[in-house]
């Protein structure tokens, strides 16, 4: 089992910068891949991003050259750094954790943290 727990979320003008965090605990950290996804209200949830066990990375097109994802194995912790943040990136963002290799498919995960909100004005 893994537990995640996600941090960071809040309210943030348009043009601004958040940085999300997420804690895993439960199982050896460096094996598992993750990922963020977000849900908007009346839709989908959709991908973000994703690292795998050794630090591959995929984007989402939507967020690409404005999000980082990077991962600090000796804290068990991912974080999503959002820089130019638009009105439409206003969601719940997903913590997802799966062994090893990457995917942007929701599916694919089978553990996920609680959700945090992000929410960016005009």
């Known amino acids: 089992q893994v537990q995640l727990v996600e941090s960071g979320g809040g309210l943030v003008q348009a043009g601004g910068s958040l940085r999300l965090s997420c804690a895993a605990s439960?199982?050896?950290?460096?094996?598992?891949?993750m990922a963020w996804f977000r849900q908007a209200p009346g839709k989908e949830r959709e991908f973000v991003v994703t690292i795998g066990y050794i630090g591959s990375t995929i984007y989402a097109d939507s967020v690409k050259g404005r999000f980082t994802i990077s991962r600090d194995n000796a804290k068990n912790t991912v974080y999503l750094q959002m820089n130019s943040l638009k009105p439409e990136d206003t969601a719940v963002y997903y913590c997802?954790?799966?062994?090893?290799?990457?995917?942007?498919?929701?599916?694919?995960?089978?553990?996920w943290g609680q959700g945090t909100q992000v929410t960016v004005s005009s």
């Open positions: 439960g199982r050896t950290f460096s094996s598992l891949a």
């Open positions: 997802a954790a799966r062994m090893r290799y990457y995917s942007s498919s929701a599916t694919d995960y089978d553990y």
